[in-house]
């Protein structure tokens, strides 16, 4: 049912209208046969539980402070339940879609080759897009007010997951600083302003100033630019997620606390 397979061709990465796709079986593995690496990905999976690979995907998969896309993939009256998806931590570029047949669902239906059709839960999606929007302008939002007013200040990390959304800085954030934070926030939020899609290389960076957020040349698929998302008007980041259109389609974003330890401070979000 497995098969050596190339890199999933992420569609979403172009398109993140695609609610439904078309795509085509590139394996099918039951969980139990999966690698330790790749069983490590997805710790709740039983012996009922596979693994589909296709050729291409919509599914998010988790990464980048972005929780996983969830969904099905079908064909006819197969339904495979998309749990989670994953990177394959073994073959390089390929994603793994976990999850099991539903009641009464013949696997073997699902046969490589085949084309099957994937659709994500787009509640889920424009969670996801908003928190991590709303993630890049509130990090626009801090660098924008205090990379000149805090000692050894940098945007590191950040987590868009609707429990846990924070980003974190180096420097000590005071808490005196939340209320000029969500004002500079709302004000971005309220201007619409738009989040575009774009592809870099390392001249583009450097072209336009940025030469500090280079990714590693890893992070990028052998021959192809970086993903980029910018905010026109605030910042540019290196990011692989899914986003809104314009900044004010985050809706209420809330600036929840500002906690510091150890030289680092994380600023705390969630949308409403």
Partial sequence: MGSTTPRTHLAFHHDAKLHNLNVI???IRPFSTLEDANRALFKQGTDQ???????????????GGQPSDEGT?????????????????VHDGQVLHFGHFEAGADPPSFAVGGVVEQAIDT????LYSRLHT???????????????EVAGFDEL????????????FSGSIEGRWKAPIQRRLDEYIARAMPVEIDFWDEDDFRANGLERLIPDRSLAPPGEKFRVVKIVGAEVYPCGGTHVETTDLCGETKVKKISRSKGTSRVSYTVV
């Fill in 25 to 27: 079986v590139s394996s």
């Fill in 49 to 63: 539980d596979f693994a589909v690979v296709t050729d291409k995907t919509i599914f998010h998969p988790q990464g």
């Fill in 73 to 89: 993939i079908s064909h006819g009256q197969t339904v495979f339940r998309v749990i989670a998806a994953r990177i394959d931590a």
């Fill in 123 to 126: 509640d889920k999606r424009l």
């Fill in 134 to 148: 709303a993630g890049h302008v509130l990090g626009a939002a801090v660098r924008h007010l205090l990379e000149a």
């Fill in 157 to 168: 990390k950040a987590s868009h997951a609707p429990e846990s959304a924070a980003c974190e």
